[in-house]
T-cell receptor, first 115, second 108 residues
Framework: ETGVTQTPRHLVMGMTNKKSLKCEQH?????MYWYKQSAKKPLELMFV???????ENNSVPSRFSPECPNSSHLFLHLHTLQPEDSALYLC??????????????FGEGSWLTVV | EDQVTQSPEALRLQEGESSSLNCSYT??????LFWYRQDPGKGPEFLFT???AGEEKEKERLKATLTKKESFLHITAPKPEDSATYLC?????????FGAGTRLTVKP
């Protein structure tokens, strides 16, 4: 138990579907992140939220839409995805935004398959 | 450009055979270097944070060290349950970069 909970753990969706990934952290942290992990590639940062405000968006396609309603919850809304978007999506949190030397703690991830 | 390189890409050891994993980096303004363990199908599990050259940290069979250019994760007398992918990440000014990982297999 890492204190960061992601649901669902596995998701299969068609290219025309709309779905959402959910993340909740119980660590009292102020920053939350979405990362993408593809096979044999380093983790790619997608979005960063600090105190519920989006502070980074690393050139992510608009078919991925994040939402952070409060400092404990983070969503990733998915629509009209492509098969190459199939990957492990990791939610993470840290005390402050990751420029400050804080440790980032990850959830177990959501395996996404786009068919 | 900031870079993080882990080697080897994969490592196979016999149980009890000690070895080291390497993480070399080129960043300006290091804020911290992190080691994680990742089991298949799961998220990365935090192991260590190192902040300055010369720092060392230990946990069970694992020991992490840091110089100005690289970090080593030393594994002493590994067991099969140490099999996992080990990720290194470097945090610099305004950015955090991950290496591609070293996949460790320990055979009984």
């Amino acid at each position: 138990e890492t204190g960061v909970t992601q649901t669902p753990r596995h998701l299969v969706m068609g290219m025309t579907n709309k779905k959402s990934l959910k993340c909740e952290q119980h660590l009292g942290h102020n920053a939350m992140y979405w990362y993408k992990q593809s096979a044999k590639k380093p983790l790619e940062l997608m979005f960063v939220y600090s105190l519920e405000e989006r502070v980074e968006n690393n050139s992510v396609p608009s078919r991925f839409s994040p939402e952070c309603p409060n400092s404990s919850h983070l969503f990733l809304h998915l629509h009209t995805l492509q098969p190459e978007d199939s990957a492990l999506y990791l939610c993470a949190s840290s005390q402050e935004k990751h420029s400050s030397g804080n440790t980032i703690y990850f959830g177990e991830g959501s395996w996404l398959t786009v068919v | 450009e900031d870079q993080v390189t882990q080697s080897p890409e994969a490592l196979r050891l016999q149980e009890g055979e000690s070895s080291s994993l390497n993480c070399s980096y080129t960043v300006s303004g290091l804020r911290g270097l992190f080691w994680y363990r990742q089991d298949p199908g799961k998220g990365p599990e935090f192991l260590f944070t190192l902040y300055s050259a010369g720092e060392e940290k230990e946990k069970e069979r694992l020991k992490a060290t840091l110089t100005k250019k690289e970090s080593f994760l030393h594994i002493t007398a590994p067991k099969p349950e140490d099999s996992a992918t080990y990720l290194c990440a470097v945090q610099a000014e305004g950015d955090m970069r991950f290496g591609a990982g070293t996949r460790l297999t320990v055979k009984p």
